[in-house]
């Protein structure tokens, strides 16, 4: 198995231009998150599906963020506009429905906005 | 109060030590817990689940769980600078078996 994967592994793009990242998540997992990291924030959960189906989006920080996810085999997440404080490391993970199950994270999208 | 919480450290302890990680949580629904290990610059691993009281070993990891005192530690024996990482708590709850709530994580480093 591939795991999780995420793309691109580094963005590097101005303040204004639109931002997407893309998943892959584990082939039969239901659930799929979208979380960023940041040394002051942390980890934050910005949204999650079930089943293809967006569930909780309260972490979405603003309207300027999006996500979809048009089936099981994939994901994105989108900025648009993009700003400098959206710089951070965008994690994907997976996980089945099991209770007992922990997730399997992507490699991470590094996002630099200048 | 969040509803996981972990000592933000850093944890520094010589090499060969024991190193002691703990983590507690506020809801009582917890069922599962997660212990999950992240190097500087790479994503999250899972490294141990526990989900009954008592402890449960692999290897070096030993994960220790008590409901009633609402606490899950993780110890690591015979700790290798290899070790050093921050280490995030994890718990699920039975009414959202689908997602996790996690600490913000303890850094330990361990020193040769």
């Known amino acids: 198995d591939a795991g999780v994967i995420q793309s691109p592994r580094h963005e590097v793009t101005e303040m204004g231009q639109e931002v997407t990242l893309r998943c892959k998540p584990i082939?039969?997992?239901?659930?799929l998150f979208w979380y960023r990291q940041t040394m002051m924030r942390g980890l934050e959960l910005l949204i999650y599906?079930?089943?293809?189906?967006?569930?909780?989006d309260s972490g979405m920080p603003e309207d300027r963020f999006s996500a979809k996810m048009p089936n099981a085999s994939f994901s994105t997440l989108k900025i648009q506009p993009s700003e400098p404080r959206d710089s951070a490391v965008y994690f994907c993970?997976?996980?089945?429905?099991?209770?007992?199950?922990?997730?399997?994270f992507g490699s991470g999208t590094r996002l630099t906005v200048v | 109060q969040k509803e996981v919480e972990q000592n933000s450290g850093p944890l520094s302890v010589p090499e060969g030590a024991i190193a002691s990680l703990n983590c507690t949580y506020s809801?009582?629904?917890?069922?599962?817990f997660f212990w999950y290990r992240q190097y500087s610059g790479k994503s999250p691993e899972l490294i141990m689940s526990?989900?009954?009281?008592g402890d449960k070993e692999d290897g070096r990891f030993t994960a220790q769980l008590n409901k009633a005192s609402q606490y899950v530690s993780l110890l690591i024996r015979d700790s290798q600078p290899s070790d050093s990482a921050t280490y995030l708590c994890?718990?699920?709850?039975?009414?959202?078996?689908?997602?996790?709530?996690f600490g913000d994580g303890t850094t330990l480093t361990v020193k040769p």
């Open positions: 993970a997976s996980k089945t429905d099991r209770l007992n199950y922990g997730y399997t």
């Open positions: 082939s039969g997992h239901d659930y």
């Open positions: 599906f079930n089943n293809n189906v967006p569930i909780d």
């Open positions: 809801d009582r629904g917890s069922q599962s």
């Open positions: 526990i989900y009954s009281n």
């Open positions: 994890a718990v699920n709850k039975w009414r959202n078996a689908g997602k996790s709530t």
